[in-house]
Nanobody
Framework: VQLQASGGGSVQAGGSLRLSCTAN????????MGWGRRTPGKSRELIAT???????VYADSVKGRFTISRDRAKNMVDLQMRSLKPEDTGTYYC??????????????????WGLGTQVTVSS
């Protein structure tokens, strides 16, 4: 199973970027899916997630600026980031909690993270 993220880059403060992530492989079902990030001096944090109930949870640091969307049929989530700040600089990761389509039946696979994509916001 792979989580393929794209869309990172460099932008000036106040600008926008859009990240996209697609999950590929033997996926039986997805419980939750979203985005996290690691910024300098901080540990990795969840910032926008479709949780198990299908509700969206945002970190306070991105509320009102970031919007997550998804295409269930394509196992895809996007993150539209607006009004970016220098403190948003960091590595952004797609994550999901899913069931692997194993030969013996679905196997739980929580806390699965993809490779990150870099976002740099200059002042």
């Amino acid at each position: 199973v792979q989580l393929q993220a794209s869309g990172g880059g460099s932008v000036q403060a106040g600008g926008s970027l859009r990240l996209s992530c697609t999950a590929n492989g033997k996926i039986a079902s997805i419980n939750s899916m979203g985005w996290g990030r690691r910024t300098p001096g901080k540990s990795r944090e969840l910032i926008a997630t479709f949780n198990t109930d299908g509700n969206i949870v945002y970190a306070d640091s991105v509320k009102g600026r970031f919007t997550i969307s998804r295409d269930r049929a394509k196992n895809m989530v996007d993150l539209q980031m607006r009004s970016l700040k220098p403190e948003d600089t960091g590595t952004y990761y797609c994550h999901m909690d899913f069931y692997y389509d194993d030969v013996d039946g679905p196997s739980p696979f929580p806390h699965y993270w993809g490779l990150g994509t870099q976002v740099t916001v200059s002042s």
